[in-house]
């Protein structure tokens, strides 16, 4: 039988990882966040399928082929799209697909604009501000809970 498989889903400019502001991201790339995550799945006996995407729609459609796959979960850090988009809030809600909203940075410790989130109340949980360790937590959290 397939390992089950976690989406981790990267939003806008998340690419830029390791480039971009690193003071507030760190200076790990997204590769390199992904291998990490990789290891640590392998160990965990799931596998995982990173999307990143800059485009609203695309982070939509992976919500819904995930769902449809049979995906057990998702790690989500939705990036800005986190404060304004209705549109993957609908989606999360409306494929039933269980996540854990993830930040790299603490949002509660930035910008008011940043304290607000379209999905944190639909989140199995949201973890904020400790970097890598945060998606890892997720993708634990993902597979005890739904893999026991
Ligand atoms: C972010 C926080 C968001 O406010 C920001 O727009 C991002 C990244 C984080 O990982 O800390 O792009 O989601």
Do not use: K, W
Not at 102 to 127: C, I, K, P, Q, T
Not at 131 to 148: C, D, K, M, N, S
Request: proline share 3%.
């Amino acid at each position: 039988m397939a390992a089950p498989t976690i989406l981790v889903l990267q939003g806008p400019n998340l690419n830029l990882l390791g480039v971009r502001e690193p003071e507030v991201y760190g200076s790990t790339t997204l590769t390199q966040l992904q291998q990490r995550l990789d290891l640590l799945a392998a160990e965990l006996g799931v596998r995982l399928r990173h999307v990143q995407s800059n485009h609203e729609g695309e982070l939509v459609d992976a919500i819904q082929i995930a769902a449809a796959d049979g995906c057990l979960g998702a790690v989500v850090n939705a990036g800005a799209y986190t404060h304004t988009s209705v549109a993957l809030r609908d989606a999360l809600i409306g494929t039933a697909l269980p996540f854990v909203e993830v930040h790299l940075s603490n949002v509660f410790a930035r910008e008011s604009f940043r304290h607000v989130s379209m999905m944190s109340d639909v989140a199995l949980g949201v973890v904020t501000g400790l970097g890598a360790a945060g998606y890892e937590a997720g993708i634990r959290a993902l597979v005890e809970t739904r893999v026991g």
